[in-house]
């Protein structure tokens, strides 16, 4: 059955409701983790997607009820519109946590790609403002960098993302004096203490894998609990960023799983 977008309330000043997606895992679990997920599209998408993400229903059929919020046609996706329509969301997740999963569901954020760079902005936002409240994090080849300047960025010319990387940072930043900002750009961020615990995933043939685990290392030296997971090179895993599947979707589901487990702990 396709799932269709509805709207939910967010109270956010330039819109009082937001385009949200449910996917719900198929048997009943006691208290399934709530996930709120930022998809990608390289700050280019500005209109709700009528395609389901693979990676949603994957993380549902590993047990989680996921929330796909539509934060780029709310915020036009710029920053920090961007952000305040994640953490906005995630406030209401907390707020409906009961009626969605139950009292003991664990709240975490989700999103690959520029998704991934607004889900690691809005964990750095939750530490600052709702203390407490999220579980996790999982960041799946996070944008993050915006000078482009690591050595795995090189690759990206061989997968036809570098232009399309380059023009989705400037429409992101555009308007916003400079990309230092913790929350535009998590990679520069020089207090990473208390934020969430992370699962951080990318492949070694990923052009974003070098500011991935660039931010992973830095999360772990900062105390924060990381795991991580690299595929090896010729998994496909680059097929996330035109939103497709692959071998590698059920061990990402294995890895979601076990990062569970240990936020349980």
């Known amino acids: 059955m396709e799932m269709r977008w509805e709207q939910v309330e967010v109270g956010l000043p330039a819109a009082g409701t937001m385009p949200v997606r449910f996917y719900r895992p198929p048997g009943k679990e006691k208290a399934p983790p709530l996930v709120l997920y930022l998809r990608g599209g390289a700050f280019q998408q500005d209109e709700p997607a009528e395609r389901e993400t693979p990676i949603a229903h994957a993380l549902a059929e590993s047990g989680a009820v996921v929330v796909e919020a539509d934060y780029a046609s709310i915020s036009q996706n710029m920053f920090p519109g ?5 953490l906005a969301t995630l406030r209401c997740l907390a707020a409906k946590r009961r009626q969605i999963g139950s009292a003991r569901s664990p709240i975490l954020v989700a999103g690959e790609e520029a998704g991934g760079n607004v ?3 809005v964990a750095l936002k939750a530490r600052d403002q709702m203390p407490g409240v999220l579980a996790g994090q999982v960041l ?3 944008l993050i960098d915006p000078t482009m300047s690591s050595v795995s960025i090189r690759k990206a010319d061989a997968i036809g993302m570098r232009e399309r990387w380059s ?8 308007g916003f004096c400079g990309f230092t900002h913790p929350y535009a750009a998590p990679c520069m961020c020089s207090r990473l203490s208390a934020v969430a615990p ?7 043939d990923d052009p974003l894998r070098d500011e991935t685990l660039g931010y992973a290392d830095r999360l772990a030296e900062a105390g924060v609990k990381v795991r991580r997971h690299v595929f090896p090179q010729g998994s496909g895993w680059a097929g996330i960023y035109n939103e497709e599947d692959g071998a590698w979707l059920s ?5 979601f799983r076990l990062f569970v487990q240990e936020l349980r702990r």
């Open 251 to 255: 061990e990402l589901c294995r890895q």
């Open 198 to 204: 992370a699962l951080v995933v990318t492949a070694e």
């Open 167 to 174: 023009d989705g940072w400037m429409h992101y930043l555009r």
């Open 82 to 86: 961007a952000v305040e329509c994640g």
């Open 119 to 121: 889900a690691a902005g």
């Open 140 to 142: 799946l080849s996070p």
